[in-house]
């Protein structure tokens, strides 16, 4: 099993930055990929960005490229999506995940991140 435990969420005014960080433990050692997702009210929830847990391969969502970092920490077991100007559009819950090498889906709690115009 791996536990996840995110941080950083709060309300920002459009424009400004948040970061938000991952905590993992328990079964780190199997952990392939991590991600963040997002869930705003009345949507699906959506991924916005991953990395692969040993090359540090990173992708992104087309509405956060260049706006969204996402970066990690192998000794910490941390992974960290520093995001910079936010926009309303961004308000959502967001999600840590990891995918362990055997293909076992874990989630955070959810973070609320909200972004005021």
């Known amino acids: 099993q791996v536990q996840l435990v995110e941080s950083g969420g709060g309300l920002v005014q459009a424009g400004g930055s948040l970061r938000l960080s991952c905590a993992a433990s328990?079964?780190?050692?199997?952990?392939?990929?991590m991600a963040w997702f997002r869930q705003a009210p009345g949507k699906e929830r959506e991924i916005v960005a991953h990395?692969?847990?040993?090359?540090?391969?990173?992708g992104y969502a087309d509405s956060v490229k260049g706006r969204f970092t996402i970066s990690r920490d192998n000794a910490k077991n941390t992974v960290t999506l520093q995001m910079n100007s936010l926009k309303p559009e961004d308000t959502a819950v967001y999600y840590c995940?990891?995918?362990?090498?055997?293909?076992?889906?874990?989630w955070g709690q959810g973070t609320q991140v909200t972004v005021s115009s």
């Open positions: 328990g079964r780190t050692w199997s952990i392939y990929n």
């Open positions: 995940a990891a995918r362990d090498s055997y293909s076992n889906d874990y």
């Open positions: 990395i692969v847990w040993s090359g540090g391969t990173t």
